[in-house]
């Protein structure tokens, strides 16, 4: 079953994999997203939701537009930084001197 969703004022449909939309632009950026392993309805609609929350838009369900959830970040600073010492974060770290 297809999901439809709101970004910007433009509708997009997400069905089998694909996107689809009349905006190019909107398309382009959702198909940056697509999952083409998302081929039940479940799965087709967590893509649909976190597409959605991704850029803060709307998502139908059972026939009213609902705000999608903003999804959590993917990478935190806790996963690059040493614990407590977030300034220290980074691939360029060596070249900060030493006290």
């Not at 999901?3 to 382009?28: H, K, M, N, P």
């Not at 609609?45 to 999608?68: K, T």
Request: hydrophobic share 40%; glycine share 8%.
């Amino acid at each position: 079953m297809p999901v439809r969703i709101r970004i910007y004022g433009q509708e997009a449909t997400f069905s089998r994999g694909c996107w689809t939309c009349e905006d190019d632009s909107l398309q382009a950026m959702l198909e940056a997203l697509a999952d083409p392993r998302a081929l039940t309805e479940e799965q087709e609609h967590a893509h649909a939701l976190y597409a959605a929350g991704r850029y803060g838009g709307m998502i139908l369900v059972s026939g009213n537009w609902e705000m999608a959830p903003h999804p959590e970040a993917e990478i935190k600073m806790s996963d690059i930084a040493p614990a407590g010492r977030a300034e220290r974060a980074g691939w360029l770290t060596f070249l900060r001197k030493k006290r």
